[in-house]
């Protein structure tokens, strides 16, 4: 097996990272988790195809927001851990900070081995049980060659790429049209992405807490009834 | 619930008002700074306890597209302060289509205690706020302050609001909240994972050295609201309501149990 | 797969037979199969018949949460804190093989609760005769199908089928009444698996899964040696 490291000089090189870091069939546990879908689902606040817009607009500009810019900042070369402090202080669900840390302990695992480097084996050393998913990939984008505008990208399209796939599997919505939402979100994914990082650089100069910290309370509250479920498909 | 009118000045006025808190030595808490600024008009009222108590009255209802109020209260090394309002915060549009902004600074040092619980927030069709409150907190220090946001009077289209809630306890980040809701936030703040149709939303928080040994557990308090620790020693409330009554209900359950 | 880079600290990549502190891991084997064959029956008769011999924890993958957890705690086969379950997003085989970070995670959480451990059981949600466990997960799999499914799901063929190290045919007394016949079962899983060895068990019946116990003792010892 070829363990060297890749070469962000050559061309296309990152770019195919991004792919390879973004692809919803990469080895980070994503696939078991609807960002919530499964909450607004069961509480009738997600039908179909208009609804599922609705959610994933409102989720990308709150809590994918806020985390694209942590990972943004991550890949800036900002402090892995004062970001993982700033990600507590922005997920004040206990549920979703266990969340956010347990993904962020399986995508530590897929990242080590695809893109081995010692800032991931130092924020693993330093954060034994996970540290938030975001930051996690912020710096993976970074070692993977990828800059932060990258890194809000992958995060920006997790948060409506997972509830749109969950929400094919919840509702038996035709997977073309959860497809079509996902497509027609594209240019606010991309300011999304922009803003986060924007944000992320003024983070270098002026410390954490000028990143985004933009929240969606019923995402907060669902995810409190949701892991006190005793059936579910989901993990969150 | 007081309003003002909206023809005023297009330049809009800009207006802080300041309390300090200090121990009065006898076991109790004094004001030597308590100032009214413009609009924004401060009342000592009678407090409880070693509480010191401010009510800010009828003059808080007037943020208009413009403004810049501020209100910063600090409070001293073992002092107690509560503050409350007469009446509701409307936010109204002003002349020139300019957003107000609402500047809230509050600092409690060690083993102060601050109350800061306002009427709500009511964003009126049209206007448009940014409000920022920043809290600076001791490590000793104790906490509860409850944000009630509604979204426009009653029947009504809601104004474009954005709150901004950041908790620093020991120098350290402890919550950092952004809200933004109303036709010039970003797309999706009625859809099912921000507000899900609900015109009433609010926050209670309640920070307190004692969750360090003993944190509350998670609570459900109906299908809207949650009551949950945060990564400090803090609990939060969060709650969707339908309109302000059922939200203040809510909210003071949980102001009964941990307040 | 073994990276030359050093991953010392936290975590162990895969399936590296060593834990972070050079010891080494417990013997993972999944069990998988169709919904309904008994592999959650599996897993409770071998944990009562070797849980006096060996330090035996279960992570379960449900379809639904908790759901074969939860059967495992209600027989009592294991203390509560050596049984994990993983949600699966309604795709257990995805956890099993395509994307088995969760399942990582809970093997090694149950190593550092309540390890040193022997043996780590796998479980997947009950799934389609096409799912298999990834070699990143577990060291030696079983598949199990019964008779009443169909005589002819050996000679059908297919991943489990193939190639699980060990195919469990369970419910053997139940093949008179649905009219499967154990000989052709046996046939044609020859003729599917060659060398690999089938068991044919009934659970129902004393020690019925003593040939799936005496295999797993067999494993055991390969990897301890």
């Known amino acids: 097996m070829d363990t060297s490291t890749p070469d962000p000089a050559a061309p296309g090189a990152a770019r195919t990272a991004l792919l390879v870091l973004a692809d919803g069939r990469f080895p980070a546990g994503g696939h078991a988790h609807s960002g919530g879908a499964e909450a ?61 840390r347990k993904l962020g302990r399986q995508l530590m695992r897929a990242a080590r081995a695809t893109w081995p480097c010692d ?9 034994p049980r996970g540290a938030h998913q975001p930051v996690v990939l912020g710096v993976t984008a970074r070692a993977a060659g990828l800059g932060p505008e990258d890194a809000a990208h992958c995060v920006a399209y997790e948060t409506v790429g997972g509830p749109a796939t969950a929400v094919v599997r919840l509702l038996g919505l035709d997977p073309f049209e959860a497809t079509a939402v996902l497509a027609r979100l594209a240019p606010e994914l991309d300011q999304v992405a922009r803003r986060a990082a924007g944000a992320a650089h003024r983070a270098l100069a002026e410390g954490t807490g000028t990143l985004p910290a933009a929240s969606a309370p019923l995402l907060d509250i669902t995810a409190e009834a949701h892991a006190a ?3 579910r498909l989901f993990a969150s | 619930m007081t309003t003002a009118p909206a023809d005023v000045a297009p330049a809009g006025i800009g207006a802080t008002a300041r309390i300090t808190a200090v121990p ?29 108590r401010v009510t800010v009255v009828g003059a808080m209802s007037a943020p208009l597209g413009g403004d810049r109020l501020a209100v910063e209260a600090g409070v001293r090394d073992g002092a107690a302060l509560a503050v409350d309002s007469a009446a509701a915060t409307v936010a109204l549009p002003g002349r020139g289509g300019r957003h107000a902004r609402y500047d ?25 706020l940014r409000m920022i409150t920043r809290v600076e907190l001791a490590a000793s220090a104790r906490l509860v302050l409850r944000e009630e946001q509604i979204l426009g009077r009653y029947g009504e289209e809601p104004g474009t609001l954005t709150t901004r809630l950041t908790v620093h306890r020991a120098g350290r980040p402890l919550l950092d909240q952004e809200l ?11 859809g099912g994972a921000v507000l899900g149709g609900h015109r009433a939303t609010g926050q209670l ?18 299908d809207n609201a949650v009551l949950a620790p945060l990564a400090g020693p803090a609990v939060l409330v969060t709650a969707v309501a339908a309109d302000a009554l059922q939200l203040r209900r809510v909210l003071d359950r949980a102001l009964r149990t941990f307040g | 797969m073994h990276l030359d880079h050093s991953h010392d600290s936290a975590m162990a990549v895969s399936a590296d037979a060593a834990r972070p502190d050079g010891t080494k891991r417990a013997l993972r084997i999944g069990l998988g199969g169709p919904v309904g064959s008994g592999k959650t029956a599996t897993v409770a008769a071998l944990c009562r018949a070797l ?106 063929g297919g991943p489990g089928v193939t190639t699980a190290d060990l195919l469990v045919v369970n419910k053997t007394d139940l093949a008179p009444y649905v009219g499967s016949d154990l000989g052709r079962m046996a046939r044609d899983a020859k003729a599917q698996r060659g060398e690999l060895p089938v068991a044919f068990t009934s659970l129902t019946a004393e020690n019925g899964v003593k040939p799936v116990a005496d295999w797993v003792r067999t494993q055991l010892a390969a990897w301890s040696a």
């Open chain 1, 40 to 100: 607004a689902v069961k509480a009738g606040r997600i039908r179909d195809a208009t609804d599922l817009a609705a959610f994933c607009r409102g989720r990308l500009h709150t809590t994918g927001l806020t985390s694209a810019a942590l990972a943004a900042a991550a890949a800036a070369g900002v402090d892995a851990l004062a970001l993982d402090e700033a990600a507590d202080a922005r997920t004040p669900s206990p549920a979703l900070r266990a969340t956010a």
């Open chain 1, 119 to 127: 800032a991931l084996d130092a924020l693993a050393a330093a954060r």
């Open chain 1, 229 to 231: 479920w005793p059936v």
């Open chain 2, 24 to 52: 009065d030595g006898l076991g109790g808490t004094r004001l030597p700074v308590l100032e009214s600024d413009g609009p924004l008009a401060l009342r000592r009222t009678r407090g409880t306890g070693a509480y010191a």
């Open chain 2, 104 to 128: 809230v600074r509050l600092t409690a040092g060690a083993d102060a205690r601050l109350r800061w619980l306002p009427e709500p927030l009511i964003s009126a069709r049209g206007s448009d």
């Open chain 2, 180 to 190: 933004s809701y109303g036709p010039g936030a970003p797309g999706g703040w009625d």
């Open chain 2, 205 to 222: 928080l309640v920070v307190n050295p004692d969750f360090e040994l003993n944190p509350p557990e998670t609570t459900l308090l109906g």
């Open chain 3, 51 to 156: 849980r006096e011999e060996l330090s035996i924890a279960v992570v379960t993958n449900d379809i639904y949460t908790r759901e074969d957890a939860e059967f495992l705690l209600r027989n009592a086969v294991l203390p509560p804190e050596r049984i994990q379950a993983v949600e699966t997003g309604a795709c257990p085989h995805t956890a099993i093989r395509d994307d088995i970070s969760a399942n990582l995670e809970a093997v090694e959480d149950l190593e550092d609760a309540v390890g040193p451990l022997d043996l780590i059981l796998v479980e997947s949600g009950g799934d389609n005769l096409t799912a298999t466990f990834s070699k990143g997960l577990v060291d030696a799999q079983v598949f199990v199908i019964d008779v009443a499914g169909g005589d002819d799901i050996p000679r059908k």
